[in-house]
Every structure is written in structure tokens, then in C-alpha cells.
């Protein structure tokens, strides 16, 4: 069955650099059926009809804005709600914590995190597939 499509684009809008990136990805999304959803912080508080398809893009920039915006609750969390609205979810992240050991300042707490955003998801999804390198690892469901 047809599900109305949401993107929600959680990368905040600085700068002449991030305003590009936003116009390429609307430009990628454009006649694909999608209505984009501009939302930084509060993922939790976000009310979509139920039953949609749902791409949330990006991940790491939800876990940044949450932590560093002064928008941001400090706190990453809201999957669960997001969830429980659409039929669908599709949620891109990606994989920063095998980069090193030590790192500066605060971003141990980023890495933490965006891991523990990973692993709530993926405890709830159906499906878990990692791209490396442009080829699919799954980790649960289809093809694992």
C-alpha cells in the first residue's frame, strides 16, 4: 500500500555551505513524493499522521543539535515516539566511533551518544543493515 513519505531533515541551516547542502538534498528528493519535515531538536514532540513512510536523516546531526544547540534538551531521545507514529522508518546515521581512543573535550559525550541512539533503534527495528563502502552488512532482518 502507497504511505505518504517524510523526510525529516534534522541539519540546521548555517551558513552559505549549509544552505547548499540543504538545496542538493531537496533537489535529490524532488518528484520522489517526499514532504520534508525541517526538524532539529525534540524528535520526541513531533507529530506526523499515522502510518507514513519515514526518512530521518541525519543522526548525527540530531544527536549534535541536542547537545549543543541552545534548542537542544541535552539528551538525544525520541526514536521511540517516532516510531510508534510511522509504518515505516528508515533512519541514516553514521559509524564515528571507530576513528580512535582519545579524544578532546566533549566529543566523547557526542560519540556516546549517537551510539546509544543506534542501539535504541536498532533494539526496536525489524532491520539493520550497515553500508560499508557502498556494500550492505546486515545485522538484523532481511538478509542478515
Not at 530521518?56 to 544547540?69: D, I, K, Q, V, W
Not at 541535552?74 to 528508515?90: F, N, P, R
Request: with cysteine; aromatic share 6%.
Amino acid at each position: 500500500p502507497h504511505r505518504p513519505r517524510y523526510y525529516i531533515a534534522t541539519m540546521e541551516p548555517f551558513g552559505a555551505e549549509g544552505q547548499a547542502r540543504i538545496a542538493r538534498h531537496r533537489e535529490l528528493r524532488r518528484g520522489k513524493g517526499f514532504q520534508t519535515v525541517e526538524r532539529y531538536t525534540g524528535i520526541a514532540g513531533l507529530k506526523l499522521p499515522a502510518g507514513g513512510a519515514v526518512l530521518l536523516e541525519c543522526l548525527g546531526n540530531l544527536a549534535a543539535n541536542e547537545l549543543y544547540s541552545p534548542a537542544g534538551a541535552g539528551t538525544a531521545d525520541g526514536g521511540d515516539a517516532l516510531l510508534a507514529q510511522c509504518g515505516e522508518l528508515v533512519a541514516v546515521g553514521n559509524e564515528v566511533c571507530s576513528g580512535g581512543r582519545d579524544y578532546a573535550g566533549d566529543t566523547e559525550r557526542y560519540l556516546r551518544t549517537l551510539a546509544e541512539i543506534h542501539r535504541r533503534l536498532a533494539r526496536r527495528a525489524d532491520r539493520v543493515c550497515e553500508v560499508v563502502c557502498g556494500i550492505p552488512v546486515w545485522h538484523k532482518g532481511a538478509g542478515a
